[in-house]
């Protein structure tokens, strides 16, 4: 083979190498350019994402209302919790008066009426104790001025001994705990004298 026909052969070689690697560039770019494009989403695949977006927010939904509601059975039960606490804890109490009472009752026909008294005196100072305990204290009245966040007015009287507008008797005492009244003063307030009827005098 002549000098010529072997720098011909290597000119087709290095000719043929050099669109092979042409190729192999082209087709890397085509395959990246494949990549790159996202894929087009069709009607069906929108819905069926939409559907699994709602689907999961139904279940969140139904898993915050089981939660809320198990919340408020929990509330519930230590709410009646300390109510029935609360009971027992005046409750209790109150049941040695009863037995005071019993006993004062069962011993009334062997007893003098002065040791009647003075048994009942005795249990009266137990129970207004224990209510003293329960932060319940009674309604000042007679001889305050008149008021009607903490007295009931069932009658005006005349009285030479309070001026007017001044509680001149208790039909029944009332009672507050702390500064919530709970049974107001059901009093008598005075109008004063009658001028007329003093002037007659």
Known sequence: MSDKDKKKKEEVADQDSKSEKEDVVEKADKKSDAEAEPEEKTPENIIEELENKISEQEDRY?????EFDNYKKRNARLYESMIQSAREGLISPLLE????????????????????KKGT?????????????????PIDAVGQEFNPNLHEAVMQVESDQFADGIIAGEVSRGYKVKDKVIRFSKVTVSKGVDKDKDEEN
């Not at 008066?97 to 002065?114: G, I, M, P, Q, Y």
């Not at 005196?121 to 204290?137: A, F, S």
């Open 97 to 116: 008066v009863v037995d005071n009472f019993e006993r004062a009752l069962e011993s009334s026909e062997e007893s003098d009426v002065k040791s009647f």
């Open 62 to 66: 139904l898993r915050l209302v089981a």
């Open 121 to 137: 005196k005795l249990i009266y100072q137990q129970l207004n104790e224990l209510l003293r305990k329960e932060g319940v204290e």
